[in-house]
T-cell receptor, first 118, second 109 residues
Framework: GAVVSQHPSRVICKSGTSVKIECRSL??????MFWYRQFPKQSLMLMAT?????????EQGVEKDKFLINHASLTLSTLTVTSAHPEDSSFYIC??????????????FGPGTRLTVL | GIQVEQSPPDLILQEGANSTLRCNFS?????LQWFHQNPWGQLINLFY???GTKQNGRLSATTVATERYSLLYISSSQTTDSGVYFC???????????FGKGTKLTVNP
């Protein structure tokens, strides 16, 4: 159990276009999902926390109008990179939080989406 | 905020060797996870270990929360163990994970 899918796995787009990335928890319901960005040879950087049915909470320095997040159901969150530019090229990873009884929550990660903006 | 430091940053082993990866954190934490990021970028959950010792095959982990560190042991390493190993912690009532910078492991045949 605890499988998270992400689609697409790779996308190449022209500067100025928008790209939507989907994150799905396949076998559990996730009230909270997270979006990360990872630059080459670096650690994961949290971009935003997404809660089902409410507005996302963005980390400091992340442009909420550039990175639109929608968490429409307990199994689906989407990240839309609007008016993408070459500096938005990166590896985007989502995670979904699954509760562990009496212990807390455990995050499970999608396989990531590699975005290249030309 | 809390700082998570991992050591060593890079580690090169011959197949069959054993290794220990360390994760130090600067404040008390509720929980801790170890991940393996494979060469394709997928993060794989290895351990969810707020305290104590757990074992899964050739891998084991120990967290000593009172001393603010965790160790990941890899025995009889294989080439498929190559990748980056991340330690990440949950602090307070937050659901957010704070990641270390990772240890890049290369296992040569």
């Amino acid at each position: 159990g605890a499988v998270v899918s992400q689609h697409p796995s790779r996308v190449i787009c022209k500067s100025g276009t928008s790209v939507k990335i989907e994150c799905r928890s396949l076998d559990f319901q996730a009230t909270t999902m997270f979006w990360y960005r990872q630059f080459p040879k670096q650690s994961l950087m949290l971009m935003a926390t997404s809660n089902e049915g409410s507005k996302a909470t963005y980390e400091q320095g992340v442009e909420k109008d550039k990175f639109l997040i929608n968490h429409a159901s307990l199994t689906l969150s989407t990240l839309t990179v609007t008016s993408a530019h070459p500096e938005d090229s990166s590896f985007y990873i989502c995670s979904a939080s699954r509760p562990r009884l009496a212990i807390g929550n455990e995050q499970f990660f999608g396989p990531g989406t590699r975005l290249t903006v030309l | 905020g809390i700082q998570v430091e991992q050591s060593p940053p890079d580690l090169i082993l011959q197949e069959g060797a054993n290794s220990t990866l360390r994760c130090n954190f600067s404040d008390s934490v509720n929980n801790l996870q170890w991940f393996h990021q494979n060469p394709w970028g997928q993060l794989i959950n290895l351990f969810y270990i707020p305290s104590g010792t757990k074992q899964n095959g050739r891998l084991s982990a120990t967290t000593v929360a009172t001393e603010r560190y965790s160790l990941l042991y890899i025995s009889s390493s294989q080439t498929t163990d190559s990748g980056v190993y991340f330690c990440a912690v949950y602090q307070g009532g937050s659901e957010k994970l704070v990641f270390g910078k990772g240890t890049k492991l290369t296992v040569n045949p």
